[in-house]
Every structure is written in structure tokens, then in C-alpha cells.
């Protein structure tokens, strides 16, 4: 019977993950690395952090990029550190700060704006690593 529960909550995330914007996908990229550090998980924590940095496009704004590639870097360095509490802040505040803009853009947008079959296989390929437990 935990199988059944467990194959059907995997089916469940694989569907939010194929159907999901690439917004959504970095949302619930934070929120994996939170509930890394929530459980204290440095393994499940640096893999979210790296999907994280993975995701930056140092070709559309190198400046930026660099900044979020420096901030996951510390965080990646706290955890490492065992200050999962101070990780949590920044990674909270950084995904807040998402939240908002996802919340403004579909304020202004009616509908998402399609993800490619690119943005969605690397992400399949990455993020159920982040969602199970280290």
C-alpha cells in the first residue's frame, strides 16, 4: 500500500513538473533547497543549490547571473558550514522575491508563456533528484 501511495505522489510531481513554467520550476527549486535545510539534508540541499546555479544564463546578463552564481555559492559554503538557518533566510527571501514576480507577471498576463521542450527535459532531468530524499 506505501508503494502505491509513493508511485502515485511521484506521478503527481512528474505531472506539476511537466506542466510547470520555468518560473514555477526555479520556485520549486527553492523549495527543495528549503526543505534541504529545514531537514538539515547537506546532500538534498547542494543538489538543489546546483540546480540553481545551473539554471543561470550568464549569456542574457552576465552581471546578474554572476550575482545569484555568488549568492548560491554562500549558501552552498553555509550548509556546508552546518548554518542551515542562515541558508534558509537568504534561500526564503531570494524565493519571496520570485513568488512576487510570478504574481506581478500574471497580474499583467493572462496566460503563462509556454515553456520549450528543452526547458522542460532538463528540468525532468534534474529536478526529481531534488525531491526525494537524500
Sequence with gaps: M???AQNA?????????NSASP???????????LIGCGQRDLARTTRALNVLRDALDFSYDED?????????????DLVRKNEYDEAAGLLREMRDTWMQVKHQYQSVQSQPAPQTTAQSQAYLEMTPQLMVAG
Design 64 to 76: 546578474i547571473a554572476m550575482g545569484f552564481f555568488r549568492l548560491y555559492q554562500y549558501c552552498a
Design 9 to 17: 505522489a511521484q506521478t503527481y510531481r512528474m505531472n506539476q513538473i
Design 2 to 4: 506505501m508503494l502505491n
Design 23 to 33: 518560473l514555477d520550476l526555479l520556485i520549486m527549486a527553492y523549495d527543495a533547497a
